[in-house]
């Protein structure tokens, strides 16, 4: 099936630093990428949608200078979370959506989900 | 309103017994989809099982099966035979006709004991 990364898996930082978490598909092309963000026993939150080579689409009170969101290629997509605040901690989650498959297919699953980068800031 | 409703925020089942998670749903588009997904506790998001809306019969996926009552808006996961690596939390989403983002619902943490 196919594979999505995310590095770091985890990764610990000073309040007020920049944090930047990597999103690639491993064996297809990613026209979309999703980025979630879940706090403890909760459900994922869909923050931005990004397309390779425009700018991303982000959800209501998703502040875009905050998370800043960059799909260069079809199969790299960068979140990066600007002076990160202890707010920020959270379990981030990509997920890319295969460019062979048009438009809306509503048979199985089209999204791969990434592993997933815990953010913990100090 | 919520689109998705997982009214179970914890279950739990002895090993080898079946167990059902529930899922209602809110949607007023005849073409949809309901999705399964497992996360254990390591974060990956695991697919598990889809059911289109227009399908005739209920999905089934090895244990995985999805009792799909449509006129109820209803899409319970049944898992069958639960083992002890079961234990995780499992989230139900539903895709609408003409987008490829699905909303999630709140979870439900199952718990299998020996």
């Known amino acids: 099936g196919a594979v999505v990364s995310q590095h770091p898996s985890w990764v610990i930082c000073k309040s007020g630093t920049s944090v930047k978490i990597e999103c690639r598909s491993l064996?297809?092309?990613?026209?979309?990428m999703f980025w979630y963000r879940q706090f403890p026993k909760q459900s994922l939150m869909l923050m931005a949608t990004?397309?390779?080579?425009?700018?991303?689409?982000?959800e209501q009170g998703v502040e875009k200078d905050k998370f800043l969101i960059n799909h260069a290629s079809l199969t790299l997509s960068t979140l990066t979370v600007t002076s990160a605040h202890p707010e920020d901690s959270s379990f981030y989650i990509c997920?890319?959506?295969?460019?062979?498959?048009?438009?809306?297919?509503?048979?199985?699953?089209?999204?791969?989900f990434g592993p997933g980068t815990r953010l913990t800031v100090l | 309103a919520q689109k998705i409703t997982q009214t179970q925020p914890g279950m739990f089942v002895q090993e080898k017994e079946a167990v059902t998670l529930d899922c209602t749903y809110d949607?007023?588009?005849?073409?949809?989809?309901l999705f399964w997904y497992k996360q254990p506790s390591s974060g990956e998001m695991i697919f598990l099982i889809y059911?289109?809306?227009?399908?005739?019969q209920n999905a089934t996926e090895g244990r995985y099966s999805l009792n799909f009552q449509k006129a109820r808006k209803s899409a319970n996961l049944v898992i069958s035979a639960s083992q002890l690596g079961d234990s995780a939390m499992y989230f139900c989403?539903?895709?609408?006709?003409?987008?490829?983002?699905?909303?999630f619902g709140r979870g439900t943490s199952l718990i299998v004991h020996p």
């Open positions: 997920s890319a959506r295969d460019r062979g498959l048009a438009g809306f297919v509503p048979s199985t699953d089209t999204q791969y």
């Open positions: 064996d297809f092309q990613a026209t979309t």
């Open positions: 990004s397309n390779e080579g425009s700018k991303a689409t982000y």
């Open positions: 949607t007023s588009d005849p073409s949809y989809g």
């Open positions: 059911q289109g809306s227009y399908d005739q």
């Open positions: 989403a539903m895709r609408e006709e003409g987008s490829y983002i699905p909303t």
